[in-house]
Nanobody, 128 residues
Framework: QVQLQESGPDLVKPSQTLSLTCTVSGGSGMRTYYYWNWIRQTSGKDLEWIGCIANDGETYYSASHDLKRRSSISRDTSKSQFSLQLSSVTPQDTAVYYC??????????????????WGQGTQVAVSS
């Protein structure tokens, strides 16, 4: 059973870059699933897919122009980690951020059941 754990700051100032890391353990590590995703949920809203990195190194990002422009996903397979950098954050980026794994690429109207394994989530606030 693969486990995912997010880590990063819980408070970021506006205009700064949010950096989050997901550490994968158990199972066959990052060979267990094919896509390694970042997802967020703002208060009272649906899950929002940010992007993912595949095991071939290809990255995919949200169709939202603003989110795509500010997002960058990378990985360090030697550490079984993948990361999200979200630049120029605003208070609207305040959310619970999750990492999740899947064997299929699902990018819109996502549900929790679309992903095989989830991290517990990390609350990030953007505030001065």
């Amino acid at each position: 059973q693969v486990q995912l754990q997010e880590s990063g700051p819980d408070l970021v100032k506006p205009s700064q870059t949010l950096s989050l890391t997901c550490t994968v353990s158990g199972g066959s590590g990052m060979r267990t699933y094919y896509y390694w995703n970042w997802i967020r949920q703002t208060s009272g809203k649906d899950l929002e897919w940010i992007g993912c990195i595949a095991n071939d190194g290809e990255t995919y990002y949200s169709a939202s122009h603003d989110l795509k422009r500010r997002s960058s996903i990378s990985r360090d397979t030697s550490k079984s980690q993948f990361s999200l950098q979200l630049s120029s954050v605003t208070p609207q980026d305040t959310a619970v951020y999750y990492c999740a794994a899947s064997d299929y690429l699902t990018t819109v109207q996502i549900r929790r059941s679309d992903f095989s394994s989830w991290g517990q989530g990390t609350q990030v606030a953007v505030s001065s």
